[in-house]
């Protein structure tokens, strides 16, 4: 079974500094992209930055600047590197990856998502 597992979040003042990991593990084939979306009370989940197998990346015009998006491939690992966090940061952050595996000798193809690390920026 595919599980994804975020870490990393936590309470910091505006201007810090968090990274958060996202830690995929099971039989997995091959991890098309990874991303890390978030969502604050009363709001849509939003796209923060996506990264492909091949390195290319994509951020959301609120972060781009403060916040890098990197994987380890040979961990199966993305990280999100954020910088110079705001108060409007704050949020619960998935990650999500689009990755195929092994389902009873058959190759399968589908996203999953993690449960969701919390990042609270304030004074």
């Known amino acids: 079974q595919v599980q994804l597992a975020e870490s990393g979040g936590g309470l910091v003042q505006p201007g810090g500094s968090l990274r958060l990991s996202c830690a995929i593990s099971?039989?997995?084939?091959?991890?098309?992209?990874m991303g890390w979306y978030r969502q604050a009370p009363g709001k849509q989940r939003e796209l923060v930055a996506t990264v492909t197998s091949g390195g290319s990346t994509n951020y959301a015009d609120s972060v781009k600047d403060r916040f890098t998006i990197s994987r380890d491939s040979a961990k199966n690992t993305a990280y999100l590197q954020m910088n110079s966090l705001k108060p409007e940061d704050t949020a619960t952050y998935y990650c999500?990856?689009?990755?195929?595996?092994?389902?009873?000798?058959?190759?399968?193809?589908?996203?999953?998502w993690g449960q969701g690390t919390q990042v609270t920026v304030s004074s």
């Open positions: 099971g039989r997995i084939l091959r991890i098309s992209a």
């Open positions: 999500k990856a689009d990755l195929f595996y092994m389902d009873s000798d058959v190759v399968r193809r589908r996203d999953y």
